[in-house]
């Protein structure tokens, strides 16, 4: 089974709310993603979890809140979003290869269908 | 220059038609390789990944050249399903995806 789930599908905020948007994946993947994508435009990174750790945030403004609570899961919490934050967040999710017991690399990345919102 | 560039298109093929896709990437240290496609309103789908020597799956033929940080898609005997977004993806580091911009196909009967 390579179904990573996300939820909601839609999500409409006000710039003064607070949501969270959630992922889920039960593959045993150790590292889980957050992707922003803009129509036309492609995925772009936001942060990476390793292992349940915070291991790259791409200078993401602090709106954004990840959190990844277990193995499984992974949250994205939103507060005082703009507009321009409107766009499908993906949530991805892969192995991490090991070579010596040593996290060595990172295989096939899986995506959810991804949370489309609009912030007004 | 952007790390991974694509030409968007749209590429208009008739059914049975072949056409092919080319990508260039900037980071001459990436060292792995991917075509995803992503329907529209959908999430990217791994198509496959793309191997120094080449690879094949079925009507889909991937190839790398180092030398020339070329990546290339061909398709073959396009089918209307076959219709999408096409990126082209290159790892960069440990964990790091860079999705190219996407070249459109449209296949049409």
């Known amino acids: 089974d390579t179904e990573v789930t996300q939820t909601p599908k839609h999500l409409v905020m006000g710039m003064t709310n607070k949501k969270s948007l959630k992922c889920e994946q039960h593959?045993?993947?150790?590292?889980m993603y957050w992707y922003k994508q803009k129509a036309k435009k492609p995925p772009e990174l936001m942060f990476v979890y390793s292992y349940e750790k915070l291991s790259i945030n791409e200078s993401v403004p602090s709106r954004f809140s990840p959190e990844c609570p277990n193995s499984s899961l992974l949250n994205l919490h939103l507060h005082a979003l703009q507009p321009e934050d409107s766009a499908l967040y993906l949530c991805?999710?892969?192995?991490?290869?090991?070579?010596?017991?040593?996290?060595?690399?990172?295989?096939?990345?899986?995506f959810g269908p991804g949370t489309r919102l609009l912030v007004l | 220059r952007k790390e991974v560039e694509q030409d968007p298109g749209p590429f208009n093929v008739p059914e049975g038609a072949t056409v092919a896709f080319n990508c260039t990437y900037s980071?001459?240290?990436?060292?792995?390789f991917f075509w995803y496609r992503q329907d529209c309103r959908k999430e990217p789908k791994l198509l496959m990944s793309v191997y120094s020597s080449g690879n094949e799956d079925g009507r889909f033929t991937a190839q790398l050249n180092r030398a020339s940080q070329y990546i290339s898609l061909l398709i073959r005997d396009s089918k209307l399903s076959d219709s999408a977004t096409y990126l082209c993806?290159?790892?960069?580091?440990?964990?790091?995806?860079?999705f190219g911009t996407g070249t459109r196909l449209l296949v049409s009967p």
């Open positions: 980071n001459s240290a990436s060292q792995s």
């Open positions: 991805a999710s892969s192995q991490i290869g090991l070579r010596g017991g040593k996290p060595d690399y990172q295989e096939t990345q899986y």
């Open positions: 993806v290159v790892k960069v580091g440990f964990q790091k995806l860079v």
């Open positions: 593959m045993g993947h150790r590292a």
